[in-house]
């Protein structure tokens, strides 16, 4: 037997102890880095870790990171996310620090990276804190806020002093995204006629002020009384599906948040979701909502998703842009402070009628780690 021969044959053990490397102390737990044996790969790992974590005593255990033969897990000795008093802060241009992380890490929504988000959560699950927390961020930033509030406007309309334009009815919401559409198509010329594919490559003087569009209850535009409405209903849902394509090049950003989103709702929210790379899952009351936010990432998401307790609001299943998920709790932002803050920044507004001129006022960068508001302990 030639020694390429026994090096195929060499028996694979994979249910053996960890060889663990140097352990490096964290501001909740520890990280530890694990050597793999023959035959071992992190979703080994990963199956286990539940009982990692009652083996060493700690709250969770998490695989961080891996590569080639090593695997990088970190330990939380106690929940981070039982208090967050972390304030939220704009982060930079087009990026919001909204809350904390499981890992202790801040959790940050990054437009800029993740362009186009779908928030899902049940009634006093945290979804509209969290909402508040984002509009509270980018009220001081460069940027123009849209809003789509199929309540009747009850939960957008306090911020109306920082909303560019704010649609309450489905026939305000056709309107309001046909000038967006139109929006996208100036923009998009200007682009071509530099030689640039995103608005970020255009010069400063002449780059276009960013868009961050608000939709509250989506299903509200999708759900169908009659069929006199079926045609009204393709019209917006074509309309906002062409924003979520088009947007990320053009800088037009979307928030789309509801208390239910599933496919019985038609195939254009299907299609929607597939563009919404950003997800965030709240407490739900149906498990198609948590499948539909979170099913087509990670089952083990789903499951965590299907467990967050109804005492614990503002907790979320996220997933954002390193393609990976984490629980996360928002700051408390109440409707109250979020209304100051819009109200303090409303000369930030741009008007509808500006940014539907090519080309808009030009950006100017934000200081990054400027507070909004500082945020006081939140009870359990």
Not at 78 to 95: A, E, F, H, K, N
Not at 116 to 121: K, Q, R, S, V
Request: aromatic share 4%.
């Amino acid at each position: 037997m030639t020694i390429s021969q026994r090096r195929r044959l060499r028996r694979a053990e994979v249910e053996l102890a960890p060889r663990i490397g140097l352990i490096r102390p964290t501001r909740n737990g520890f990280r530890v880095s694990i050597r793999l044996h023959d035959g071992q790969a992190p979703e080994d790992y990963t199956r286990v870790l539940d009982r990692l974590a009652h083996a060493w005593r700690v709250h969770s255990v998490r695989v961080l990171s891996w590569r080639p033969g090593r695997v990088t897990l970190q330990a939380t000795s106690r929940d981070p996310l039982t208090q967050v008093r972390i304030p939220v802060c704009s982060d930079g241009l087009l990026r919001v620090q909204v809350g904390l992380l499981e890992t202790g890490a801040p959790f940050v929504v990054d437009f800029r990276l993740v362009p186009h988000w779908l928030i899902a959560g049940a009634t006093q699950s945290g979804k509209s804190t969290l909402l508040n927390a984002i509009i509270a961020g980018l009220a001081p930033q460069p940027v123009a806020l849209v809003g789509f509030d199929l309540k009747g406007g009850v939960e957008l309309t306090p911020y109306a002093d920082r909303l560019s334009a704010l649609a309450t009815t489905r026939a305000e919401c056709a309107a309001l995204l046909a000038d967006l559409v139109a929006i996208l198509g100036d923009r998009m010329r200007a682009c071509r006629d530099r030689r640039v594919r995103t608005i970020w490559q255009l010069p400063e003087q002449v780059r276009p002020t960013p868009i961050v569009v608000v939709v509250d209850e989506v299903a509200e535009l999708y759900l169908m009384a009659d069929k006199s409405e079926k045609e009204e209903i393709a019209k917006t849902s074509t309309a906002l599906l062409r924003v979520a394509q088009l947007g990320r090049a053009f800088g037009v950003y979307l928030i789309v948040a509801g208390q239910r989103v599933g496919s019985d709702l038609g195939p254009g929210v299907t299609a929607l979701r597939a563009q919404l790379t950003g997800r965030v899952c709240h407490r739900v009351n149906d498990p198609e909502t948590a499948t539909m936010t979170l099913g087509d990432l990670d089952p083990a998401a789903l499951a965590a998703a299907c467990q967050i307790p109804p005492e614990l609001p503002g907790v979320a299943i996220v997933s954002g842009g390193d393609g990976r998920w984490y629980r996360a709790r928002s700051a408390y932002i109440s409707e109250e402070q979020a209304e100051q803050i819009t109200k303090a920044y409303a000369q930030m507004r741009p008007a509808w009628a500006d940014l539907k001129a090519t080309p808009a006022a030009p950006v100017n960068p934000v200081e990054p780690g400027h507070p909004v508001i500082e945020q006081p302990a939140q009870a359990a």
